[in-house]
């Protein structure tokens, strides 16, 4: 068991950037990428939905790869099935929430917090709750950005289309004094340069990611899964369900590992699964 795979799940590419964090901290580790392209986006679907979704992903991942830990590289995956996940799967399954609220708590200074995410997110108030539970003198702007989504997910990160569409996303946060925002999607971080140049240097840009790699360094310390080969692993194994050219180009550019051929997954085969467990 300590030698099998870390899972990742995401809605698409966005993930990629929790498993970036991840590789570069437990490089020992194996891990296994599902990036499910074919029904995004999980923001504007019911929550009950999206909870279905990630309990075929997770089936999938048990049963093709045997992993031994889940991480929901998805704000809104984790919104929406974290807890139901938690309690009902034999691994620890991680989401990306709290983690990054935690990091946002730990580097405001004014008690001025924004959140940018998906519909989905944003309506759970998921990270409202977690961050003013961690310290009842935060308070919270949060900000629906499916716009940003779909620039992420077509490499559409650093251009003049790119710059103009954040700064009209992001024009309700002027004015409202928040010193730290929390990229509250794990497509954002790709965006970070055009985030920063429209907020400017005042505001401190949290990543996720990097919060979510570090609990799962714990998790594994803790339960006493981290590999026991002590070597660096083979390339990681990815699937999509969407267009196979696309995410290998996607990933190629942001990840700093062996170049990335993923594997087409028809949607049968998450389904399929689905209707077994049934």
């Known amino acids: ?8 799940m995401d809605s698409g590419v966005g ?43 997770a089936a999938f991942l ?3 790869d045997q992993i031994k830990l889940l991480v929901l590289a998805c704000n ?12 009902t799967l034999a691994i ?22 924004g959140v940018i995410a998906t ?28 716009e940003l989504v779909q620039l992420a997910e077509a490499n559409d990160l650093t251009s003049p289309h790119a710059l103009q569409v954040v700064a009209a996303k992001l024009a309700p946060l002027q004015g409202t004094q928040i010193d730290t925002l929390v990229l509250g999607c794990t497509h954002f971080p790709l965006l970070r340069q055009v985030i920063q140049r429209v907020l400017g240097p005042g505001v401190q840009l949290i990543d996720p990611g ?17 590999n026991s080969t002590g070597q660096p692993q083979p390339q990681a194994t990815y699937y999509t369900t969407g267009d196979v050219v696309s995410f290998d180009r996607a990933a190629n550019q942001w990840l700093d590992t062996a170049p990335v051929h993923a594997q087409a997954l028809a949607l049968d085969a998450l389904t399929q699964i689905n209707l077994e467990a049934e």
């Open 92 to 113: 620890p399954v991680v989401g990306v929430i709290a983690p990054g609220a935690r990091a946002a708590v730990q580097a405001t200074k004014t008690h001025k917090i």
């Open 1 to 8: 068991m300590r030698n099998a795979a870390i899972g990742f």
């Open 15 to 57: 993930g990629l950037t929790v498993l970036r964090e991840v590789q570069r901290l437990l490089p020992t580790e194996k891990t296994v990428y599902l990036g499910d392209q074919q029904r995004l986006p999980y923001g504007p679907r019911p929550q009950s939905e999206v909870l279905t979704f990630t309990q075929q992903i």
């Open 76 to 87: 809104t995956a984790t919104a929406a099935a974290l807890p139901t996940l938690q309690q």
């Open 62 to 64: 048990q049963r093709r």
């Open 119 to 146: 519909a989905g997110t944003v309506k759970s108030q998921a990270y409202q709750r977690t961050i003013t539970a961690q310290d009842p003198r935060n308070t919270v702007t949060s900000l629906a950005c499916p």
């Open 210 to 226: 990097t919060a979510t790699a570090n609990t799962v360094t714990a998790l594994l310390d803790y339960w006493n899964l981290a």
